[in-house]
């Protein structure tokens, strides 16, 4: 019974391909979020939905588009994949009375 | 724009130290902070929330403080074990409109060793 489970959790890929990323909670949270860790085990917002609206939307090309299905789900879906694409990428959870956030596994891109 | 840093980069102990990791923020108006552990090639695994209005939070041998105004936390760990080794990573949320946004710092690398 995995909390915030991501899809899947390595992908390799070539320059130029076109590749998504899925989410799921299953813990009732409205808000969720998508993170990158870079090389250097940084990690930086990307997105966030609330109730499968846009509310955060950090600096990011706009090759990445997520979407929000339903509440339960944020996919990220990523064009023309880059080089500087490749880090870990985290999904998120959150209930709006906290904002405690809940963690997935993260998926591990490699862009080559 | 909100910063994060985190003090040491790294650290190693013997087993059965105390040690403090210590978080500080430059935008004191921030909703609440959280602490996360990160094994290796794993998720975040949260430990501790603390609500902006709170000074401190406990959970086992794991004590979280909250000094708002002066933009600090630290992260006692009690009896320290080798299991406790990972990455210490301190976010704080944004208040407002943000829904929550996380501002992470770099994070502590904690290494204990037998």
């Known amino acids: 019974d995995t909390a915030v489970s991501q899809t899947p959790k390595y992908l390799v890929t070539q320059m130029g391909n076109d590749k998504s990323i899925k989410c799921e909670q299953n813990?009732?949270?409205?808000?969720m979020y998508w993170y990158k860790q870079d090389s250097k085990k940084f990690l930086k917002i990307m997105f966030s939905y609330n109730n499968k609206e846009l509310i955060i939307n950090e600096t990011v090309p706009n090759r990445f588009s997520p979407k929000s299905p339903d509440k339960a789900h944020l996919n990220l879906h990523i064009n023309s994949l880059e080089l500087g694409d490749s880090a870990v990428y985290f999904c998120?959870?959150?209930?709006?009375?906290?904002?405690?956030?809940?963690f997935g596994p993260g998926t591990r891109l490699t862009v080559t | 724009k909100q910063e994060v840093t985190q003090i040491p980069a790294a650290l190693s102990v013997p087993e059965g130290e105390n040690l403090v990791l210590n978080c500080s923020f430059t935008d004191s108006a921030i909703y609440n902070l959280q602490w996360f552990r990160q094994d290796p090639g794993k998720g975040l695994t949260s430990l501790l929330l603390?609500?902006?209005?709170?000074r401190e939070q406990t959970s086992g041998r794991l004590n979280a403080s909250l000094d708002k105004s002066s933009g600090r936390s630290t992260l006692y760990i009690a009896a320290s074990q080798p299991g406790d080794s990972a990455t210490y990573l301190c976010?704080?949320?944004?208040?407002?409109?943000?829904?929550?946004?996380?501002?992470f710092g770099q994070g502590t690398i904690l290494t204990v060793h037998p």
């Open positions: 998120a959870s959150a209930h709006t009375r906290s904002y405690e956030q809940y």
């Open positions: 603390i609500q902006s209005s709170q």
């Open positions: 976010a704080v949320h944004a208040g407002g409109t943000s829904y929550g946004k996380l501002t």
């Open positions: 813990l009732g949270h409205d808000t």
